[in-house]
T-cell receptor, first 111, second 119 residues
Framework: AQSVAQPEDQVNVAEGNPLTVKCTYS??????LFWYVQYPNRGLQFLLK????DNLVKGSYGFEAEFNKSQTSFHLKKPSALVSDSALYFC?????????WGLGTSLAVNP | GAVVSQHPSWVICKSGTSVKIECRSL??????MFWYRQFPKQSLMLMAT?????????EQGVEKDKFLINHASLTLSTLTVTSAHPEDSSFYIC???????????????FGPGTRLTVL
């Protein structure tokens, strides 16, 4: 079955430290992968996507993600976290013309 | 970026009544809109895909007569929960895409969601 896993419900990181939010997937064929962020009382916002090409994808707000085919992962990263990055992050994979979503990871950046 | 609004942001209703949720694309024309449902601590579940001027395509297990979707214009789609019951209580989210085709790998633009509580 096609699925997306975000193994961590919550990630805590100190401001200025690098952050990683993990995502693994299971799909048949080539995966098309997405990261979205949800701030409190606001709609989901697109961060970045991987369709093809370079495994390292750069997105909005300084975020990037690395596609790793052998590990079937698409972890979201940022070199230096900001308190304003605190939000709920969703990984998704496109399958059969529909997005399959992970459960989300709550990121808390502590000052 | 493109903005999608939803109204109301939250609603409380009595069991047996119907509730309408509006989804509007404020600064672009949305040929396709999606309706999702999100339960606490669960991922988004796609309910239906709505194309302007045509009938919505519902996902398996979603009752068409229960969740009425209308996409009358390129900037407005509505979801009506008919004869709502407590089990319909949830967070409903809409999204919109500018693409004429359902998938050209463009990102969807999401509304802020509507919290429905049925007493």
């Amino acid at each position: 079955a096609q699925s997306v896993a975000q193994p961590e419900d919550q990630v805590n990181v100190a401001e200025g430290n690098p952050l990683t939010v993990k995502c693994t997937y299971s799909v048949s064929g080539n995966p098309y992968l997405f990261w979205y962020v949800q701030y409190p009382n606001r709609g989901l916002q697109f961060l970045l996507k991987y369709i093809t090409g370079d495994n390292l994808v750069k997105g909005s707000y300084g975020f990037e993600a690395e596609f790793n085919k052998s590990q079937t992962s698409f972890h979201l990263k940022k070199p230096s976290a900001l308190v304003s990055d605190s939000a709920l992050y969703f990984c998704a994979v496109l399958n059969n013309r529909k997005l399959i979503w992970g459960l989300g990871t709550s990121l808390a950046v502590n000052p | 970026g493109a903005v999608v609004s939803q109204h109301p942001s939250w609603v409380i209703c009595k069991s047996g009544t119907s509730v309408k949720i509006e989804c509007r694309s404020l600064d672009f024309q949305a040929t396709t809109m999606f309706w999702y449902r999100q339960f606490p601590k669960q991922s988004l579940m796609l309910m239906a895909t709505s194309n302007e001027g045509s009938k919505a395509t519902y996902e398996q297990g979603v009752e068409k007569d229960k969740f009425l979707i209308n996409h009358a214009s390129l900037t407005l789609s509505t979801l009506t929960v008919t004869s709502a019951h407590p089990e319909d209580s949830s967070f409903y989210i809409c999204s919109a895409t500018t693409s004429g085709r359902v998938w050209t790998y463009n990102e969807q633009f999401f509304g802020p969601g509507t919290r429905l509580t049925v007493l």
